[in-house]
């Protein structure tokens, strides 16, 4: 007999066999810079997973899918998504889908006492590059964002990413070319929204949400070229100021056609562009591959699509050089490393999209330290002061990014105890003041959904 003492690989406080969702509860806050959705699943031994609805969206994406889950055995992570995922769609609302498969991943690593990166077939990196985006509010020239980019690279950033789109270009006469009055239409629309009748005001807000939504070839906006210039120089003003010899991204363009979008890429290939993003809506595969096959500009698109089957039209015609899912909307952890796994057999990056909480941040970290063809991932919240106090992780030693990097958790789980709700009180969505309210009111959803007869 030997005398080695042999670590238990089950927490002892849990039967994973046994264990059972009893409930699910949400605490919305605001200004992390997003509004955020938190969200917990708790079993019937006191374990408890930590989720999160995606960025901007509505926590009834969640809510309804609470029927769907009580009783089951959390562990039985991609069967229980299997059969939640029709509930799922592009963008927003994909996160209930995904907030609840990030939570049973926590819940089996807390039940068996293992990171979840192991479960994922373990890691490929003890640490993961991140990245911060930095968007043009106060840096209305090349200058102010190159300084604005070389304050994140003295933090210890090693990877950049900067907006640019035609928003700079509104107040420069002869910049753009629109059907005239068409650029001041969300003005007005807001102009309305100021005053008291709720109808009116609603009524304002879903003209400007039409408004927005108008994909980008039905817009009728054009690029000048004084604009281009403008856009041009701006470019070559950062890098003036960052220098040539660290990746810088860019994001947020506009709703231009195609046709400006080449244009635009042409000019600025000089420039070293690690990668252009979302340039068109990612569903026109055919414009995607005109585009990735007119510039050596690395074309990115993803943030916004759903499940790996909506990435496979991209890869296979070969529209794109770099992908960049949330895994809030990409259909989870799991689901996330498919897709970058996928990716990888046509010789395409991986970067991730995240402008969440730690939890997501956390979940994303283990999904990429699984995953061989990933680039960086990025981080919306370096300028928050108290983003990392939205959870408790004990043992840690101060904040989540370090130089430019998070290390990855060996702790079970996402590696996270719990959130902090001292801290979520003094952040709340006003709309939803109580946190981790009552849910019951959905217990009994249920509809015959089937997605075939
Ligand atoms: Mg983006």
Redesign the pocket.
Known sequence: MSNIEIPLSVNTNSRPSDLRITDIRFTDIVDAPMHCTLMKIYTNQGLVGLGEVRDGASRTYAEMLKSRILGENPCEIDKIFRRIKQFGGPARQAGGVCGIEIALWDLAGKAYGVPVYQMLGGKFRNKIRIYCDTDVSGKHTGKDMGEALKKRMEMGFTFLKMDLGIGILHNEKGALCAPLGFLQEPQENWEKNKGDDPLVKKYARNRNYDYYNIAHPFTGIHITEKGFDILEQYVADVRSVIGYEIPLAI??FGHICVEDCIKLCRRIEKYNIAWA??LIPWQYTDQYVRLRNSTTVPICTG?DIYLKEGFKPLFEKGGLSVI?PDLLSSGGILENKKIGDMAQDYGVAMAI?MAESPVTCMAAVHSVAATENFLALENHSVDVDWWDDIVIRSGSNGKLVQNGYISVSDKPGLGIDDYNDEVLKEHLNPKFPELWASTDMWNDEWSHDRVWS
Request: glycine share 0%; no cysteine.
């Open positions: 994001d947020h993003e979302d943030e960049h999209h």
